[in-house]
Nanobody, 115 residues
Framework: QVQLVESGGDLVQPGGSLRLSCAAS????????MGWYRQAPGKQRASVAS???????NYADSVKGRFTISRDNAKNTVYLQMNSLKPEGSAVYYC?????????WGQGTQVTVSS
């Protein structure tokens, strides 16, 4: 069973940047795209970005041009570079398989965007 551990969340001012990491405990299948999801208080968890094993990316409209997803297959790690952060980006961020998140959810990493 693959375990996912997210890290890199923090308190940041609007307009700031953060880089999130998601480390998997075992190799992720080549057939699995991976994604970053986020869940704000009182809202459903939603996908923000995804990346295939070969590096094809896709983004939610709300983060296009500001977020960049990448992966290091040799390290079983997925990253999310977040620039120009907005207060509405405050949430717990998770990674999982995409579009069907069938791995057990990790604990997530808290991102708070506030002045």
């Amino acid at each position: 069973q693959v375990q996912l551990v997210e890290s890199g969340g923090d308190l940041v001012q609007p307009g700031g940047s953060l880089r999130l990491s998601c480390a998997a405990s075992a190799s992720i299948s080549r057939s699995n795209a991976m994604g970053w999801y986020r869940q704000a208080p009182g809202k459903q968890r939603a996908s923000v970005a995804s990346i295939t094993y070969g590096g094809i990316t896709n983004y939610a409209d709300s983060v296009k041009g500001r977020f960049t997803i990448s992966r290091d297959n040799a390290k079983n790690t997925v990253y999310l570079q977040m620039n120009s952060l907005k207060p509405e980006g405050s949430a717990v961020y998770y990674c999982n398989a995409h579009p069907s998140p069938y791995y057990a959810w990790g604990q997530g990493t808290q991102v708070t965007v506030s002045s």
